[in-house]
C-alpha cells in the first residue's frame, strides 16, 4: 500500500540531495522552488515516458502524472538530476518496472522517500540466456501489458479511492485495446514460414514479446547497459539470419544501428527499420503512445518478416 504524501519531508531532504548530486545548487527549501501545491489530484511519477503514459490513460484528467525521463531518453544507466528531484518532491506515488531496468531509481527515492510501487511484481519473468539476469523489458507484450495497467489502477484506486471505478473501467479497456494488439500480431504473424519467424535486433527487448506471440529472438546484446555486441555475438547473428533467411533485421531508436547495418550487409537481409522500446517519441514521431508504440513495431516487424528471405 503505498505511504502517505510526505511533501514537507520531502523538501527537506530535497535541500540536502541537491548540492550531493549537482556540487552546487540553489536554494529549493521554499515551495515556489517546488511544484505547485494547489492542485489535489494525487501525483504520480513515472521512471519513464511508457509508464507515465500507461498512468496517463488510467488516471485520465483523475491524476497528475510526471515521467522522470524525457521522449528519446536512454533508461539503462540514466543518472538522475536535480531537475528530476525537484519534479518528484511531493509525488504520491513512484511507478517503476523493477527487474533490474532502473538500478539509478534508488538515488531518486531515498532523498526523497517517495512510495514506490514496482509494476511488475507479480508476472512470470524471463531470464536472459545465458545470464543469472532477467530481462526488464516486460511491457513490450502487449498481454504483459495488460498486467501493467490494471496494477496502476490496483495503486490509484488506494490513492483516491471515490474514483476507484473510473481507473478499473479504464484499466479494463486499455488491456482490451492491448488483448487486440496481440492477437493481431498473432495473426499476421501466422501466415510466416515457421522457419521466418525470427526476430532479429541490436537489444535483446523483444523476449516477452517473441514468447507470446510464437517468434524466435536473436539479438546482439540483451540489455543496453553493454551498449555494443562482441564479435562472437555478431557472428552468431549473422549464422542465424544466414541459416535461417531471415528477410530483415531491426534496431531500437536509443542506440546506434551501425552493429546491425553490418549484420545485414554480411547477410543479404535488408535493415527492416527502427523500433522503440525504452522510449516514446515527442507528439510528432511515430510512437507518441504506448499503444502508438506498439502498433508502430507490430507493423515494422511484419512489414520486414514478410518480405524476401535473404
Not at 531518486?108 to 539476469?133: F, H, M, N, Y
Not at 507484450?141 to 490496483?154: D, F, K, L
Not at 555486441?229 to 530483415?248: I, N
Not at 543479404?268 to 522500446?277: H, Q, S
Request: proline share 8%.
Amino acid at each position: 500500500m503505498p505511504k502517505p504524501r510526505r511533501t514537507r519531508r520531502a523538501t527537506l531532504a530535497l535541500a540536502v540531495a541537491l548540492p550531493a548530486l549537482a556540487g552546487c545548487a540553489p536554494d529549493v527549501t521554499t515551495t515556489a522552488a517546488l511544484p505547485g501545491t494547489d492542485d489535489a489530484r494525487p501525483r504520480v511519477v513515472a521512471t519513464f515516458t511508457v509508464l507515465a503514459d500507461m498512468a496517463r490513460v488510467v488516471g485520465g484528467d483523475d491524476v497528475v502524472v510526471t515521467s522522470v525521463t524525457k521522449p528519446g531518453s536512454e533508461i539503462h544507466g540514466y543518472e538522475p538530476t536535480p531537475d528530476d528531484l525537484r519534479r518528484a518532491v511531493g509525488a504520491d506515488l513512484l511507478l517503476v518496472n523493477g527487474l533490474g531496468l532502473e538500478d539509478w531509481v534508488e538515488r531518486l527515492v531515498d532523498p526523497l522517500g517517495l512510495p514506490t510501487v514496482v509494476l511488475t511484481d507479480g508476472i512470470e519473468p524471463v531470464p536472459i540466456s545465458g545470464s543469472e539476469a532477467v530481462n526488464p523489458h516486460a511491457w513490450m507484450s502487449p498481454r504483459v501489458g495488460g498486467h501493467y495497467v490494471r496494477r496502476i489502477a490496483e495503486e490509484l484506486a488506494v490513492l483516491d479511492p471515490p474514483r476507484a471505478a473510473d481507473y478499473a473501467d479504464r484499466a479494463e479497456s486499455y488491456a482490451a485495446r492491448l488483448d487486440a494488439l496481440h492477437a493481431e500480431l498473432v495473426g499476421r504473424l501466422r501466415e510466416l514460414p515457421r522457419d521466418r519467424r525470427v526476430l532479429v535486433t541490436c537489444e535483446g527487448a523483444f523476449s516477452y514479446l517473441a514468447r507470446d506471440a510464437g517468434l524466435e529472438e536473436a539479438y546482439l546484446w540483451p540489455v543496453n547497459a553493454e551498449r555494443q555486441g562482441t564479435p562472437r555475438q555478431v557472428a552468431g547473428v549473422v549464422l542465424t539470419v544466414r541459416d535461417r533467411g531471415v528477410p530483415a533485421v531491426f534496431c531500437e531508436s536509443t542506440v546506434a544501428p551501425t552493429a546491425q547495418r553490418q549484420v545485414a550487409a554480411e547477410t543479404g537481409a535488408r535493415f527492416g527499420g527502427t523500433l522503440y522500446v525504452d522510449s516514446l517519441t515527442g507528439p510528432d514521431g511515430p510512437a507518441p503512445t504506448y499503444l502508438d508504440l506498439l502498433r508502430h513495431d507490430v507493423d515494422v516487424i511484419v512489414a520486414g518478416l514478410t518480405g524476401p528471405a535473404a
